[in-house]
């Protein structure tokens, strides 16, 4: 069974840092392109950021470009995301994606609330 279990997630000061984590279980992410998606309350998923799947190149939506990171282990089977100069509009349940060809798989989520 495929997993993609995100962690990191939490309670953190407008100004602080986070750092999430997308552990995969079940297939090998070396391939794969990933992503970070997020819905905020009541609104819509936004896409957050992707790197491909040699890890050499990453994208970030404007909203957080200069203020996140994407990276990944592929030896660890793992991604992350490295937030740093959290706002409370970055309060989201943050999801993690693999897509490769046909292949497409989504984790649970972590909360992440910035506020004071």
């Known amino acids: 069974e495929v997993q993609l279990v995100e962690s990191g997630g939490g309670l953190v000061q407008p100004g602080g840092s986070l750092r999430l984590s997308c552990a995969a279980s079940g297939l090998t992410i070396s391939p794969y392109a990933m992503m970070w998606v997020r819905q905020a309350p009541g609104k819509g998923l936004e896409w957050v950021s992707s790197?491909?799947?040699?890890?050499?190149?990453?994208y970030y939506g404007d909203s957080v470009k200069g203020r996140f990171t994407i990276s990944r282990d592929n030896a660890k089977n793992t991604v992350y995301l490295q937030m740093n100069s959290l706002k409370p509009e970055d309060t989201a349940i943050y999801y993690c994606n693999a897509f490769y060809s046909d292949y497409n798989y989504w984790g649970q989520g972590t909360q992440v609330t910035v506020s004071s």
């Open positions: 790197i491909n799947s040699g890890g050499d190149r990453t």
